[in-house]
């Protein structure tokens, strides 16, 4: 990947709406060109898709819950029940593997703090293995950004 192929991409994260015609302005390359490279990106998956971003409270998920997660051990066993086990929880947006103390980070959005306190007993302490689960509630954000940092070639 080239500098002209991350300016294109930073192009899109600001904007994925932009026109093959507006693409090709903003980094000034001709249109087959730019379109070329778009759809190569594309096939390497690189660009692996295209979204909306939504605005979580007007949507009705008002609480942002970051969750640690302990498993009891780190067997292949455990490990593959717990990531199993999240991957269609609709609430885990994002789930980290993590150095230090703590083994997962999640990132959890949810209507209220009932509906958290609902999914921590339902869904998450009845997976298997995990031994200690801590939670810090989000109250506000400074920042948020889709646009990645510039790379240094």
Same mark, same amino acid.
């Given at each position: 990947?080239?500098?002209?192929?991350?300016?294109?991409?930073?192009?899109?994260?600001?904007?994925?709406?932009?026109?093959?015609?507006?693409?090709?302005?903003?980094?000034?390359?001709?249109?087959?060109?730019?379109?070329?490279?778009?759809?190569?990106?594309?096939?390497?998956?690189? !660009? %692996?898709?295209?979204?909306?971003?939504?605005?979580?409270?007007? =949507?009705? #998920?008002? *609480?942002?819950?970051?969750?640690?997660?302990?498993?009891?051990?780190?067997?292949?066993?455990?490990?593959?029940?717990?990531?199993?086990?999240?991957?269609?929880?609709?609430? !885990? %947006?994002?789930?980290?593997?993590?150095?230090?103390?703590?083994? =997962?980070? #999640?990132? *959890?959005?949810?209507?209220?703090?009932?509906?958290?306190?609902?999914?921590?007993?339902?869904?998450?302490?009845?997976?298997?293995?995990?031994?200690?689960?801590?939670?810090?509630?989000?109250?506000?954000?400074?920042?948020?950004?889709?646009?990645?940092?510039?790379?240094?070639?």
């Amino acid at each position: 990947m080239n500098d002209k192929d991350r300016k294109l991409i930073n192009e899109l994260q600001k904007n994925g709406r932009l026109t093959n015609q507006e693409l090709s302005e903003n980094i000034n390359l001709s249109p087959s060109p730019c379109l070329r490279r778009l759809r190569q990106l594309e096939r390497d998956k690189v !660009i %692996l898709g295209y979204t909306a971003l939504v605005d979580e409270e007007a =949507y009705g #998920l008002s *609480i942002t819950a970051f969750v640690r997660i302990r498993l009891n051990s780190h067997s292949s066993e455990t490990i593959k029940s717990f990531e199993y086990s999240i991957q269609d929880e609709e609430h !885990i %947006l994002e789930c980290y593997i993590m150095t230090g103390s703590d083994d =997962y980070l #999640l990132k *959890i959005l949810v209507e209220s703090l009932s509906n958290y306190e609902d999914f921590i007993r339902k869904k998450l302490q009845p997976i298997p293995g995990i031994s200690a689960i801590d939670t810090s509630f989000a109250y506000g954000v400074v920042k948020k950004s889709y646009v990645y940092p510039r790379v240094k070639s």
